[in-house]
């Protein structure tokens, strides 16, 4: 099967762009690392535009209460898959978007420098959406298509990489049934 997607500049297509400010240059260009998140804002509701506003630096901390800690935050990533299946991309993957914070994967600290980010809609415990999984593996083969260095070893989720701090993807996400979803397209 092949990918519906393409990526040219660090762009995707089709995706729905919205810019974010939050980002800047990989110190040696290199993107060897996928990382899974899950976000949701305020958590566990959905289809609200407070991610965007979050990305963009543009939430208003006010419209609800938890979002006073976010307040000053500056934080980004690549894409965000909406339930829906929406594609939503932040910054070029050839950039360093601000997603991963303080981490490390094999030994290697500031996983920001070589990583792509990929916010999945959702929250440790509510299942993702089928099109949300479908999407995410059309997503993934184009990134390993784009930039082989990845491979399907380096994809893990924040949890792996800022294990004292992060849960997210979550138990809610099935890793077993993305990885499957993947060997469809290589
Ligand atoms: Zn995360």
Redesign the pocket.
């Known amino acids: 099967m092949l990918t519906p997607f393409t990526i040219e500049h660090g762009w995707l297509s089709p995706a729905t762009q919205c810019l974010s400010p939050h980002f800047n240059q990989r110190p040696n260009n290199e993107v060897s690392l996928l990382v899974i998140?899950?976000?949701s804002l305020p958590a566990g509701c959905f289809g609200l535009p407070y991610i965007d506003q979050l990305f963009l630096g543009q939430l208003d901390c006010s419209a609800d209460p938890s979002f006073t800690e976010l307040q000053g935050l500056e934080v980004s990533s690549h894409f965000l898959i909406r339930r829906d299946g929406e594609i939503v991309q932040y910054v070029s993957c050839d950039a360093r978007a601000w997603?991963a914070g303080v981490s490390e994967y094999q030994g290697r600290s500031n996983c920001n420098d070589f990583a792509i980010g990929i916010e999945l809609e959702g929250t440790d415990d509510i299942a993702y959406t089928d099109e949300q999984y479908q999407q995410l593996a059309a997503l993934t083969a184009c990134l390993l298509l784009t930039y082989p260095s990845i491979g399907v070893e380096n994809i893990v989720g924040?949890s792996d990489i800022a294990p004292e701090r992060?849960t997210?993807p979550g138990l809610s996400f099935n890793w077993q049934r993305y990885k499957q979803s993947l060997t469809e397209y290589f």
């Open positions: 998140h899950n976000i997603h924040h992060k997210d």
